[in-house]
Every structure is written in structure tokens, then in C-alpha cells.
């Protein structure tokens, strides 16, 4: 659970009591739902055990759910924790410590990858186990079943909104650190020999990724003292004069480190794009190909590539 703990204190720096507050207004909590609400706590509370198992039992249908199932702990962790759940949304206090519960218990959903449209599902089931037995506790009088239901629906829907903006929120991190994770694998710098680094740029160049970039080349030049970097950018179809200034100013920042920068694969499109940006080229030691690039690195280190010829033994005709 201390993973869960530490998702929950996340959510909570970002819930203060005029959120609490707020959310409240937003499904219209009046004094009369609460004292309704109070209305049902003994009944409901009976029942307890049956409204858990409407939650689960929907959820036990569906393999998307195997993440909670096949993991016996966390599956008597979120069984608690919905008993806690209940028994607080007929406790009449709906605070900042009832928020608390609900971030938990949207943590743990969270960890075993629950879907979000699984979880609304599985709700619709628990809501309609409790209104089926609100009803049930006035046979006679609807209008008053419905209007206890009512009130009851406001602390659903108050619930669902914090569950799911735990969801959410774990999800969009999930994917900024898989984008951050893609971005690093295609900005690798690769060291190929003693102060001759190769940075294989591929795919789209943003503004946010030039950045990452510079900062990624900067740090390698620096631990493997380098000299010279081939910046190969034959998989980048298209530059905008932001990046294409930013990428002259990370040769700058390296020429200042003491490292020369080789720009190789320069397509047509590039090429142009750039000359029609009007961005200053003077600076820019740029070669046609990889290859190309190599072997300039390598002159500017010093060394001498030779180039031997393999001669091949032959057996004499018998």
C-alpha cells in the first residue's frame, strides 16, 4: 500500500478545502440531502456487505479487471476500502478526510490499471444495489424513495468526480513519462570511439525536444570529453526557425565546451526550409552523409584512415 499512500499525498497537495467546497456546490449538497442521506445510514449499513458485492461482482465479469483479481492484497486492500467508502457516504461528513478516502481508494485503481470505463460501470452497479434498497424501504411512498435516492446521487456523483480525476491524472503522467521515455530513446548520444561522439536525431523536432536535446548533448560532451559530435539528422523531415536557431545554439554551447559539431543528412526539404527561414549558416559545418560525417570526425581527431587491399590466396590448377 505504499505506493498507494504516496499517489494519494500527490492528489491531496492539489486538494484544498475551497476545492472540497467547491466540488460540493457543484452537485448541489444542501443541509436536506445530508439529513436524508442520515435517513438510510442503518439500513444501508445492513446491507453493507451486498452493495460491496455488487461492485465487485460487476468487475469479476470482465478479464480488464485480472490487474485487481490476480493480485489477492491488493483485492482485499480495495475491499476495505470501499467498506470504508460506504459506510462514510452515509456518515454525513463530507470533508476534506472523506476526500482523503476517496483519492486512496482512486491510488488503488490506478495501480492495477483499472479501466475508467470498467470503474464507471462497476459504480453504476453499486448505485443501483443502494437505490434498489432505498426504494424497497418505502413501497408505499415513491416520491419520498425518489427523493432520498436523490440526495444519495449527489454524493455518488461527488465521489465518481474525485475517483476520476485520480484516474486521469495518473494516466496523463503514465504517458508524458512514455513520451519523455520515446524522446530520450530517439535523441541517444552514442560514443564511437575516444572523443567521437554520434547523436542520431529521428522523428519530429519540437521546440520542447531541441531543448531536451541540447541538454542531452551537453551532459555526454561533458562525461566522455568529446571533441567532436556527428549531429545526424537524416530522419528529421522538417524544421521551424525555432528549432533550427535552437539547434545552432546548441553548437554554439558546444563549441564553448570544446567539442566541434558535424551536421550530416541534411535533406532538400531541410536545407531549404532553412535557407527560406533566413537562419544564419555561417557557423554550421554541415556534410552531406554519415558516412561523410565519420570521416571528417576522424580528420579533425587526427586520425588516418588506410585503406588496405585483401588479397586472396589461390590454390594452383592440379
Known amino acids: 500500500m505504499a505506493d498507494d499512500y ?9 486538494v484544498a478545502e475551497y476545492d472540497v467546497e467547491r466540488r460540493r456546490r457543484y452537485v448541489d449538497l444542501q443541509p436536506i440531502d445530508i439529513a436524508q442521506i442520515g435517513e438510510l445510514r442503518e439500513a444501508i449499513l445492513n446491507h453493507l456487505d451486498a452493495h460491496v458485492e ?10 480488464e479487471a485480472s490487474g485487481l483479481f490476480s493480485r489477492r492484497n491488493l483485492l482485499e486492500d480495495a475491499r476495505r476500502l ?3 467508502h460506504l459506510i462514510a457516504m452515509v456518515g454525513g461528513e463530507y ?3 472523506y476526500v482523503e478516502q476517496r483519492v486512496a481508494l482512486g491510488a488503488l485503481y490506478s495501480k492495477v490499471r483499472l479501466d475508467i470505463r470498467l470503474f464507471l460501470g462497476a459504480f453504476q452497479a453499486l448505485s443501483r444495489s443502494i437505490v434498489n434498497q432505498i426504494m424497497a424501504l418505502s413501497p ?11 440526495s444519495l446521487m449527489k454524493i455518488v456523483f461527488f465521489d465518481i468526480g474525485i475517483i476520476m480525476d485520480v484516474l486521469i491524472a495518473d494516466r496523463e503522467q503514465t504517458i508524458t513519462l512514455q513520451q519523455e521515455a520515446i524522446r530520450e530513446l530517439s535523441t541517444p548520444t552514442l560514443q564511437v570511439r575516444d572523443r567521437l561522439l554520434i547523436m542520431p536525431i529521428i522523428g519530429v523536432l519540437d521546440t520542447h525536444r531541441a531543448r531536451q536535446l541540447t541538454e542531452g548533448l551537453l551532459n555526454a560532451i561533458r562525461a566522455n570529453r568529446a571533441k567532436v559530435v556527428v549531429m ?5 523531415a522538417t524544421v521551424d526557425s525555432k528549432v533550427a536557431n535552437h539547434l545552432l545554439q546548441t553548437i554554439a554551447a558546444a563549441g564553448l565546451m570544446g567539442a566541434e559539431v558535424i551536421v550530416t543528412g541534411l535533406s532538400a526539404e531541410v536545407a531549404q526550409s532553412l535557407v527560406t527561414l533566413g537562419v544564419d549558416l555561417t557557423k554550421l559545418n554541415a556534410v552531406g552523409d554519415l558516412q561523410g560525417g565519420l570521416e571528417e570526425a576522424e580528420r579533425l581527431l587526427g586520425y588516418e584512415v588506410v585503406k588496405t587491399r585483401v588479397q586472396v590466396a589461390r590454390r594452383p590448377l592440379d
Request: net charge positive; glycine share 14%.
Open 82 to 84: 470501499k467498506r470504508e
Open 95 to 97: 470533508g476534506r478526510p
Open 6 to 14: 504516496a499517489r494519494a499525498e500527490r492528489h491531496l497537495r492539489d
Open 140 to 150: 408505499g411512498d415513491g416520491p419520498k424513495g425518489f427523493q432520498r435516492s436523490e
Open 232 to 236: 545526424d539528422v537524416t530522419g528529421v
Open 54 to 63: 455488487a461492485f465487485f461482482g460487476y468487475l469479476a465479469q470482465y478479464p
